[in-house]
């Protein structure tokens, strides 16, 4: 079985940052990109940023571009999001998933229980 487990989430301020962490463990990890979503409440789940397992490929959302950054650690098995000059359009459950590195979440096999970002104006 494959486990993801996300943390870092919490409360702050606007302009603030957050870098959240997705640790994986289980069998063949190392053949799948990873990603990170978000949902905000009454809204659809939401693309925020890819990457492949060896690091070298990435994705985001353009209106991300700039303030989030995507990271891998293949030591550690574990994936961050690196999330700056945020607002309170960036509160949402922000959930961390694995089997690709693209946009589309019917191609991620594995999602992780999802972390709260609450950002206060």
């Known amino acids: 079985q494959v486990q993801l487990v996300e943390s870092g989430g919490g409360l702050v301020q606007t302009g603030g940052s957050l870098r959240l962490s997705c640790a994986a463990s289980?069998?063949?990890?190392?053949?799948?990109?990873m990603g990170w979503f978000r949902q905000a409440p009454g809204k659809e789940r939401e693309f925020v940023a890819g990457?492949?397992?060896?690091?070298?490929?990435?994705s985001s959302t353009n209106s991300m571009k700039g303030r989030f950054t995507i990271s891998i650690d293949n030591a550690k098995n574990t994936m961050y999001l690196q999330m700056n000059n945020l607002n309170p359009e960036d509160t949402a459950v922000y959930y961390c998933?694995?089997?690709?590195?693209?946009?589309?979440?019917?191609?991620?096999?594995?999602w992780g229980q999802g972390t709260q970002v609450t950002v206060s104006s």
């Open positions: 998933a694995l089997g690709s590195s693209r946009s589309d979440p019917s191609e991620y096999v594995y």
């Open positions: 990457i492949s397992w060896s690091g070298r490929y990435t």
């Open positions: 289980g069998r063949t990890i190392s053949t799948y990109g």
